[in-house]
């Protein structure tokens, strides 16, 4: 298996510019999670999907955030505009849960982003 | 609300040494309990998980971790250190029965000294 894929790995991008992150489960996987990063915080849980539909959005800083699950396949983490602030690594997860699941999140490689 | 306190930033360790790690946990009841590995620019792995029955669990890498009801402890240990452990350490707590939202501690930074 190929393990949870995200793309870009790095990202720069200047303030007021749109970025969209991007992230693919492990296949057959139901649930879907989207970390943040920073050495000031530590690693926050933005939001988590189940069967594609978002279930807890509570850590989604403000609205310049939004994130869409369009098939089980895909996400992707959009920020707009950016800020110098949204710098950190953004990590997505994905899990499957049901009889026998060992509730273990796997974690992609992660995307820096730098905002300047 | 869970919450866990991981109290030590950065501990250094010579190879062959052991080592503790240390978490204390927040929760109503129980947790489902884990301990995640990320090595530098990389995401995180599983290391172990507790849920119930034996309290001493065994984990990848001769990594262990024993829960401590009394203590609300989960402190992960290994009995010897090798180079290649040095990484940062998350514990992290979640619901029982689901663990669909894990709550992470802060993180300690292992560093091995040769």
């Known amino acids: 298996d190929a393990g949870v894929i995200q793309s870009p790995r790095h990202e720069v991008t200047e303030m007021g510019q749109e970025v969209t992150l991007r992230c693919k489960p492990i296949s057959g996987h139901d649930y879907l999670f989207w970390y943040r990063q920073t050495m000031m915080r530590g690693l926050e849980l933005l939001i988590y999907?189940?069967?594609?539909?978002?279930?807890?959005d509570s850590g989604m800083p403000e609205d310049r955030f939004s994130a869409k699950m369009p098939n089980a396949s895909f996400s992707t983490l959009k920020i707009q505009p950016s800020e110098p602030r949204d710098s950190a690594v953004y990590f997505c997860?994905?899990?499957?849960?049901?009889?026998?699941?060992?509730?273990?999140?796997?974690f992609g490689p992660g995307t820096r982003l730098t905002v300047t | 609300a869970q919450s866990v306190t991981q109290p030590d930033i950065h501990i250094t360790v010579s190879e062959g040494a052991s080592l503790e790690l240390r978490c204390n946990y927040s929760?109503?009841?129980?947790?489902?309990l884990f301990w995640y590995v990320q090595s530098p620019g990389q995401g995180l792995q599983l290391l172990l998980k507790?849920?119930?029955?034996?309290?001493l669990v065994q984990g990848i890498k001769g990594f262990e971790a024993e829960f401590k009801r009394s203590q609300s402890s989960f402190n992960l240990r290994k009995p010897s250190v090798h180079w290649s452990d040095a990484a940062e350490y998350f514990c992290?707590?979640?619901?029982?029965?689901?663990?669909?939202?894990?709550?992470f501690g802060t993180g300690t930074r292992l560093q091995v000294t040769l």
């Open positions: 929760y109503g009841a129980t947790p489902y």
């Open positions: 507790y849920f119930s029955g034996d309290t």
């Open positions: 999907f189940n069967n594609n539909v978002p279930i807890d």
């Open positions: 992290a707590v979640g619901a029982p029965g689901t663990a669909s939202k894990l709550t």
């Open positions: 997860a994905s899990s499957l849960r049901g009889a026998g699941s060992s509730y273990e999140q796997y």
